[in-house]
Every structure is written in C-alpha cells, then in structure tokens.
T-cell receptor, first 120, second 110 residues
Framework: GAVVSQHPSRVICKSGTSVKIECRSLDFQATTMFWYRQFPKQSLMLMATSNEGSKATYEQGVEKDKFLINHASLTLSTLTVTSAHPEDSSFYIC????????????????FGPGTRLTVL | QKEVEQNSGPLSVPEGAIASLNCTYSDRGSQSFFWYRQYSGKSPELIMSIYSNGDKEDGRFTAQLNKASQYVSLLIRDSQPSDSATYLCAVLTGGFKTIFGAGTRLFVKA
C-alpha cells in the first residue's frame, strides 16, 4: 500500500494565529512531498514541493514566509500557515511519492485525506 | 494553451452506461499519466496510471493513451451512481513535474 495521513483533518482558528498541518507517509519512505490548496469547486493548486533534508520549492505567487514547510524526515512533512487570515481558509492536501526504485514506481502521487482550515 | 486540459463538464450518463472522460496535454516529453477520482470534500484517490500507448484495463476502468495525438482518456463501464465525482487527469511532464487538469465532473443518474 501507499498510505498518507494528515493531521488535523479539520481546524478552526482565529485570525492572526498560526496553524501547523502534518503529513505522514505511513508505509513507505517519501522522498518528495507536495502541498496543494483547493478552494471550493476549483482544481488543485500546487503550493510547494518538499524534498527531505532540503528547502522546499515554492510555486509562483506562494509566500514562503507565510507557508512554512519542513520536511525533516522521509516520512514527515509539515506545513505551517503563519498569521492566518480568513482568505487562507481552504482545503490543504499533501501528497507523497515513494523513494527509490524505477522512475515509474516513484512518480505516482499518493494523497493524504486533506485538512480543512477555517480562519475566523 | 493549458498544459493539461479537460472538459469541466458536467458529464451526465445513465446508470449502466459507459462514461468517457478525455484529457489532452501539451508536453510531448511527458511519460507518465494518471487518473484520479475526487469526491466532493475529499482528497483525490488514484484510479489508474498508464505509461505506454494503448489500453490498460482494471475492472470497470480502461485508460487509453495516444502519445502521438497527446491525449489520454478514461472509460468507465457499467457506470454506477457511486462513480459520480470529479475525475482529474494528471501528467508527469518531461520536466518531471506533475500537472493536474482542472477535472471533469461526472454525474451518473440512477
């Protein structure tokens, strides 16, 4: 299998607070993890690509100082939304690709269940 | 031109019919192609991956790839109401970046 978990599944916070979301690969080592954001009835928007032990690569328009990503191990990546505001309310989804093996086996993205963030 | 294009739908089919979902991509160097299903309020789940020209079947699902024409499709046979969801096409480009289409909404009427 290729199971990816996220925690918390849902969070409500006050404007100005920071929120940390964890993404874990439970039964495989993930060399690369991705963070997406999805607004209602819209498609996935890639925010950043995270490789274990190195700095994340952010997509254009995504503030790296606001969305802090840490990929400290091969099974854990965290996204911290700093000083959250109502416009940051969204569905945040992480995905992971396996490490090692052939290109074909490593390029499939397995998604976590997502975290719904509501900022009041 | 978008890198991965899908008809947003909605595509409506009666129960038991074949649903046909299409996707085109722009990068000729793309090597890996994926179909994901996303239910409302949930994250995407992988249905199939395909890497070679031709058809690949898995149960009621068949993925078709034509690299010369740069399109990939997904057929769902014997469609069920539980198949109603948004289907995302994803392409791993020659630059090793996975690009997702905007998705096609499918409704299967009972």
């Amino acid at each position: 299998g290729a199971v990816v978990s996220q925690h918390p599944s849902r969070v409500i916070c006050k404007s100005g607070t920071s929120v940390k979301i964890e993404c874990r690969s439970l039964d495989f080592q993930a060399t690369t993890m991705f963070w997406y954001r999805q607004f209602p009835k819209q498609s996935l928007m890639l925010m950043a690509t995270s490789n274990e032990g190195s700095k994340a690569t952010y997509e254009q328009g995504v503030e790296k100082d606001k969305f802090l990503i840490n990929h400290a191990s091969l099974t854990l990546s965290t996204l911290t939304v700093t000083s959250a505001h109502p416009e940051d309310s969204s569905f945040y989804i992480c995905s992971a690709t396996r490490g090692g093996g052939t290109v074909i086996s490593t390029d499939t993205q397995y998604f976590g269940p997502g975290t719904r963030l509501t900022v009041l | 031109q978008k890198e991965v294009e899908q008809n947003s739908g909605p595509l409506s089919v009666p129960e038991g019919a074949i649903a046909s979902l299409n996707c085109t991509y722009s990068d000729r160097g793309s090597q890996s192609f994926f179909w994901y299903r996303q239910y409302s309020g949930k994250s995407p789940e992988l249905i199939m991956s395909i890497y070679s020209n031709g058809d690949k079947e898995d149960g009621r699902f068949t993925a078709q790839l034509n690299k010369a024409s740069q399109y990939v499709s997904l057929l769902i046979r014997d469609s069920q109401p539980s198949d109603s969801a948004t289907y995302l096409c994803a392409v791993l480009t020659g630059g090793f970046k996975t690009i997702f289409g905007a998705g096609t909404r499918l409704f299967v009427k009972a």
